[in-house]
């Protein structure tokens, strides 16, 4: 599978952003989606995922209650929505696709489908 992250750009703090990650392929709803994040000099942090069929949803503690992720399988298509933003969550937001769980995990490791990253920076 193909990954295709964009929605990023400039945004004050306490605004928000939609990310979105378009899938190649027919298959999509066959992978769990994750979305990954690395701001400069930090290591990749996990985000956010979802389950195939969008019914479970995974999130990291520092974006629970300002993020959501959101999946149309019928689209191909998994979704950030992220309000309330913060200088921290400036960073380079990567979607991923794992083809071995059903659920989402953490773990960086699982996922074997990268897009190419979409920048995300908050001003203060």
């Known amino acids: 599978v193909q990954l295709q992250a964009s929605g990023g750009g400039l945004v004050q703090a306490g605004g928000s952003l939609r990310l979105s990650c378009a899938a190649s392929g027919r298959t999509f709803s066959r992978y769990v989606m994750g979305w990954f994040r690395q701001a400069p000099g930090k290591e990749r942090e996990f985000v956010a995922g979802i389950s195939r069929s969008g019914s479970s949803t995974l999130y990291g503690d520092s974006v629970k209650g300002r993020f959501t992720i959101s999946r149309d399988n019928a689209k191909n298509t998994v979704y950030l929505q992220m309000n309330s933003l913060e200088p921290e969550d400036t960073a380079v937001y990567y979607c991923?696709?794992?083809?071995?769980?059903?659920?989402?995990?953490?773990?960086?490791?699982?996922?074997?489908?990268w897009g190419q990253g979409t920048q995300v920076t908050v001003s203060s």
């Open positions: 991923a696709a794992d083809s071995n769980s059903y659920i989402a995990t953490m773990r960086l490791e699982v996922y074997g489908y």
